[in-house]
């Protein structure tokens, strides 16, 4: 089928071929991925010098496991496929999500949490530096939602959306995981 379109569009004099976009995608492609997995080890590598842990650190890692999902499906409900602006906002939130993850971590290392009310209380001191954190950026974003160019309106968009919802997880399920695996359990 493919074969008799592009005959019949050469014979027409009709131009065939994929448009630019997906083209610059396609050669593109390999590239992006290996700065996305890049950015995810980068991101990780810091983690593990900041927590001075190889395994810490993967508690957090799997908050932008959890975040990706998130986004793939603000994408999807957005009619947006992945290409080259999606990767560059999932870089984007990758690295706004781990400041989250350490703010977080590092407020319970440093008051040596020990119990669920401990954690409680270290995310609720640090929930207002979060929230300011990710309000100051949407608030960047914003004006690039009413601008003409659909890229910047995009990115924006993305980002926005992304950022909502890795925060929101991370809020969540943070202190879950942190819980699970680093406190200890007091006998009934």
């Given amino acids: 089928?493919?074969?008799r379109v592009k005959r019949f569009c050469r014979e027409n004099s009709i131009d065939f071929g994929w448009d630019?976009?997906?083209?610059?995608?396609?050669?593109?492609?390999r590239a992006l991925w290996i700065s996305l997995l890049l950015a995810i080890f980068l991101e990780y590598v810091i983690l593990v010098a900041s927590?001075?842990?190889?395994?810490?650190?993967?508690?957090?890692?799997?908050?932008?496991v959890l975040s990706l999902g998130g986004i793939l499906l603000i994408l999807l409900i957005m009619g947006s496929?992945?290409?080259?602006?999606?990767?560059m906002s999932i870089i984007v939130l990758i690295g706004?999500?781990?400041?989250?993850?350490?703010?977080?971590?590092?407020?319970?290392t440093r008051r040596d949490v020990k119990s669920e009310s401990d954690i409680i209380e270290a995310s609720v001191i640090r929930l207002k530096p979060i929230m300011i954190t990710t309000l100051s950026t949407i608030l960047a974003l914003i004006p690039g939602l009413f601008t003409s160019n659909r890229v910047q309106i995009s990115l924006s968009l993305t980002i926005i959306f992304g950022l909502l919802y890795s925060t929101s997880i991370t809020l969540l399920f943070l202190p879950v995981f942190y819980r699970i695996f680093y406190t200890k359990k007091n006998p009934a």
């Fill in 1 to 3: 089928m493919y074969d």
């Fill in 20 to 29: 630019d976009q997906f083209t610059k995608f396609k050669e593109n492609s």
């Fill in 51 to 64: 927590f001075n842990s190889f395994t810490r650190p993967i508690i957090v890692m799997g908050m932008v």
């Fill in 81 to 87: 496929s992945i290409n080259i602006n999606s990767f």
């Fill in 96 to 108: 706004l999500l781990v400041n989250n993850g350490i703010m977080l971590f590092l407020e319970y």
